[in-house]
């Protein structure tokens, strides 16, 4: 796993077409902003867990 760094206000690109923004930091809870193609699929890791044990 890579492991980044950032503080309010910088981000991180993946791929060219994806940016995860960090929106605000409060706490021990940080807020992203995630920028990415309509076409790609973007959940938090519950809800995907969700998705995925309702389709086996």
Known sequence: MLVLSR???E???INNDIT???VEIRGDKVR???EA???V???RREVY???Q???Q
Do not use: F, W
Request: aromatic content about 0%; charged content about 25%; cysteine-free.
């Open 11 to 13: 981000s991180i690109v």
């Open 20 to 22: 995860i923004v960090v």
């Open 53 to 55: 044990r309702s389709q």
């Open 49 to 51: 867990d969700a998705i």
């Open 37 to 39: 193609p309509r076409e």
């Open 32 to 34: 992203l902003g995630v």
């Open 7 to 9: 503080k309010k206000n």
């Open 41 to 43: 699929p973007v959940h």
